[in-house]
């Protein structure tokens, strides 16, 4: 959809945005014209093809996703009232802005005034696309409880429904496919790093994985690297240990001394310079994960039994070493970790069960939180998913905590192995859309009740 032409009568849209539903675009930046005109033309779209192919006999919903959807919503609010209208904040956008900018969330949570942290962390316009919609929609949802707690505290207005967020298995290959690929995921992974690091690591080595969106405390990563690092010094780590961070970095372009390495098939016996990264950064004296791994001293050294490595690119199958996708690398993993600080659901965790992997995560994560309903209880690695308690102040517990199941992981037979794979793989069953579209009935009934009034005063 070409959005562009709208560009230049984006004063006037913002002007009726403000008459009509006070949203404030006068602090816009960065990414917030691209997607207001997005949104703006999606609408437009959606009210042509009404007005063409549609009438009040028909039920019709408009659900808007995120702030980035929220001026859509509002045009449909106001020229099309026979709509019913849904928005689902996924994070607000305040919520992950005072997370990301190291300011304790969930201890303070009741005292922050989300215009007055808007105002500071200079996030009016966001915040305020966000709010108004919220406000004016037919229906109001996100996607944890978690979040709806933030929702109450930070946009003034409680959600009508929680939506969790779901999922459709079809990505997952059926059992012959899925052991081929697991073997070819677990070789490319080993071929990898044996040619970064020198090494013969052998497929008896445990890989472990974390990904996700480069938000380095939101998403754990620093947990992450510090809890390898602690790993270095356990005594109970029985296997040698290679960890990906496969997290997409300011990536510049891959590296050729590692691709020519990768292409030979010869087996190396000395690491490359900076035996830590798979792809040169643009940016690799300012990078947050290069940075801790350097002030750590974690080297990948040959006589260490834990190596890091950064796979700092989008996992497209394109990218020049691995060329593999995501999903057909994820599932080579013996356990992934997601140590999350503010996340709203997660499907990295859940895509890493439903590949029968199992995963670490924290309560602060929406999916950490359903495992334990689903358990009722914290779940343990024994269950596919060991969830960890985590606070505003506790990350040194966090790191202690993933190290010991790490290591706890490492001395487990392949019956122990097998019972955890085939417990995560059950969980993940248990969150497919089919279970989840439940909620979505409901959020609908709740938008189209509203339309139908607004439908009879137009008759």
Known sequence: MDF???????????????????????????????????SYAAALVVESFYNHYLDLSKKVIYHANEWMCGLGALYINNKLPQIGTIFTTHATS???????????????LFAYNGDQMAGELNMQSKHSIEKQT?????CFTTVSDITAKECVELLDKPVDVVLPNGFDDSFVP???TFTRK?????????????????????????LISTSGRYEFRNKGIDVFVEAMNRLLRDRDLKKKVVAFIEVPGWVGEPRKDLQERLKSGQKYDTPLDVPQVTHWLHNMSHDNVLGMMKYYDMHNRQDEKVKVIFLPCYLDGK????????????????LCIYPSYYEPWGYTPLEAVAFKVPCITTDLAGFGLWANTVFGKYGEIEDGV??????????????????????????????????????????SKKALWSEFIKFYYEAYDIALTKAEVRKQAMK
């Not at 006037?12 to 945005?17: D, S, T």
């Not at 919220?134 to 037919?138: E, G, L, R, S, Y």
């Not at 697991?182 to 445990?206: C, I, Q, S, W």
């Open 134 to 138: 919220a406000h004016f929609v037919d």
């Open 4 to 38: 562009n032409p709208y560009f230049k009568k984006k004063d006037e849209i913002y002007g009726w945005l403000w008459e009509h539903y006070q949203v404030d675009s006068l602090h816009a930046y960065g990414d917030y014209d691209e997607a207001s005109m997005f």
């Open 174 to 176: 059926n059992a012959q």
């Open 386 to 427: 060991k969830v960890i308690h985590r606070t505003d102040y506790n990350y040194s517990e966090v790191a202690d905590n993933i190290k010991d199941t790490v290591a706890a992981y490492s001395a487990m037979d392949k019956k122990q192995i097998d019972t955890c794979r085939k417990h995560a793989g059950e969980l």
């Open 94 to 108: 305040i919520g992950r802005s005072i997370a990301g900018n190291m300011k304790p969330l969930y201890d303070y």
């Open 319 to 334: 990218d020049g070493i691995v060329n593999l996708t995501y999903y057909d690398i994820v599932l080579g993993n013996d």
């Open 182 to 206: 697991r073997k070819a995921a677990r070789k490319k992974m080993l071929d990898v790093a044996n040619a970064l690091l020198g090494e013969n690591l052998d497929d008896d080595t445990l």
